[in-house]
């Protein structure tokens, strides 16, 4: 006989309640058209691993809400999930559209990403951040398999190189932010390239890298119009004449950060305060305001106006 439908007009508090006066066990509801969708998505993914532990039919319940979960967030857990664990979690996962490898950086290697990244061609954000261990095989099969994506983060992937992003930039047009600090590989030649495919980018950071210089940064801001987030920290060959281009092709510029950028002055700077661009650098008075403070132990009162 077929399992009753049930209203989940209610919350979660009275949900239990209800299921405890009508003496039905939370098992006994329709799994993938109750449980999946209107009540395992709303728990963390540390309750929906602990929930494993129970019992069988418990094991077999989170396994088809794995099954047909499009959010795996790693951090959510809280700790480092064993290797054993995170294949079983994704093994049977055809839907996955974000995927955050956080917790498992120190380990994850392409023999269990590959896999992953095969079997889920409708990932829309991928979080590589740290993952040291992984190659470029892993950033080509997600080039290859991921052709929508949008959001990628290869922070301190310093194994990521120009061929691999100039996959990634063939394939993957539709990309709307990409974080490769720190991947030191990358020279301007690669942000150029990606820069002249990836027409649609609002968010970059290139930070902490010495390669780079104001040639990449003006194809950056001459080709990505809707630039919104712009990170250069630690660039030390960029300077003035890549930020002006910046200012001039980018109008919807919000974030702009130049801290250890010694070649950029506030010259350079000023016009995109007056426009309230977030600059992470403070101007010359607040800085001096600042150690000032440090050294007498308050601020003193200037008068700006004379």
């Known amino acids: 006989m077929q399992k009753p439908s049930y209203s989940l007009n209610v919350n979660h508090t009275q949900f239990f309640i209800l299921l405890f006066y009508c003496r039905c066990h939370i098992l006994d509801l329709p799994w993938e058209d ?3 969708p209107h009540i395992l998505c709303h728990l963390p993914l540390r309750h929906i691993a602990s929930l494993q532990r129970v019992s069988k039919q418990f094991q077999a319940l989170i ?22 664990a995170f294949c079983s979690m994704l093994r049977d996962n055809t839907v996955l559209q974000n995927l955050s490898l956080h917790n ?14 095969g079997q889920n061609q409708h ?43 100039r996959s990634l930039a063939d394939h993957c047009g539709g990309l709307q932010s990409i974080d490769l600090t720190a ?15 990836c027409l649609r980018l609002r968010s970059l950071s290139v930070a902490v890298n010495a390669n780079i210089t104001d040639e990449s940064v003006e194809e950056v801001a001459k ?82 106006q004379i």
């Open 223 to 304: 080709h990505c119009r809707s630039l919104e987030q712009l990170d250069l920290t630690g660039c030390l060959r960029v300077g003035n004449q890549s930020i002006r281009t910046v200012a001039e092709y980018c109008p919807k510029l919000q974030s702009l950060k130049v801290n250890h950028c010694h070649n950029v002055t506030e010259s350079t700077l000023n016009p995109l305060r007056k426009r309230n661009v977030e600059i992470d650098v403070e101007p010359p008075l607040q800085r001096a305001l600042v150690l000032l403070q440090d050294v007498v132990g308050f601020t003193p009162f200037i008068n700006l």
């Open 183 to 197: 991947c030191r590989q990358l020279k301007d030649e690669a942000i150029c390239y990606l820069a002249k495919k």
């Open 104 to 117: 498992c950086a120190e380990w994850v290697t392409d023999k269990e990403l590959l896999p992953v990244i």
């Open 63 to 84: 396994q088809v809400y794995l099954a047909n979960c499009r959010n795996f967030d790693l951090s959510q857990i809280g700790t480092c999930i064993p290797k054993e």
């Open 123 to 165: 990932l829309l954000r991928v979080d590589m951040r740290g993952c040291v261990r992984l190659t470029r095989h892993s950033l080509v099969a997600v080039s290859l398999s991921c052709v929508q994506l949008q959001h990628l983060v290869l922070a301190h992937c310093e194994w990521v190189d120009s061929l691999s992003l």
């Open 34 to 36: 109750v449980l999946v």
